[in-house]
């Protein structure tokens, strides 16, 4: 009895393809948060206000200082579809959304040990436009 299954070994390389081509589905400035994660530490804490400016929050935990920026955004948009009960026969929806982004930077001996971002939208979907709008400054060939 044959059944049309792809073998594991066809199966994981389709998987990588699929997620090299979602992965390129982020918007720029969300790829420039991806980049910070990494090419932010052992930045200075003088470098780092020279980029993104006065932290939001200053707070000191175990000996870490902890800088906080906040940032968010919202937009308006309308939507017309040819499905609708008004004379013409189509409808018009308004809706707003807002997105928001929360960056903390754990400095050690003043140099940025680690990067975290919490980003949502109104939805409660994670994004990270705001953070990279954070942080697109302090990156080389982000702006």
Request: positive net charge; aromatic residues 8%; glycine residues 8%.
């Amino acid at each position: 009895m044959h059944k049309n299954r792809l073998a594991p070994a066809r199966l994981f390389p389709a998987c990588l393809i699929l997620a090299a081509g979602l992965a390129g589905c982020a918007s720029p400035l969300e790829q420039v948060a991806e980049r910070a994660r990494t090419e932010m530490i052992g930045m200075s804490d003088a470098q780092l206000k020279a980029c993104a400016g006065e932290p939001t929050a200053l707070n000191r935990e175990n000996g870490i200082d902890l800088w906080s920026y906040f940032r968010e955004t919202s937009r308006s948009a309308t939507t017309i579809s040819d499905v609708g009960y008004t004379p013409t026969g189509r409808a018009e929806t308004s809706y707003d959304y807002f997105r928001y982004c929360e960056a903390t930077f754990a400095l050690q001996n003043g140099r940025v040990r680690e990067v975290e971002f919490r980003g949502r939208t109104a939805t409660g979907r994670e994004i990270m436009e705001p953070c990279g709008a954070i942080v697109q400054r302090c990156l080389k060939g982000a702006q």
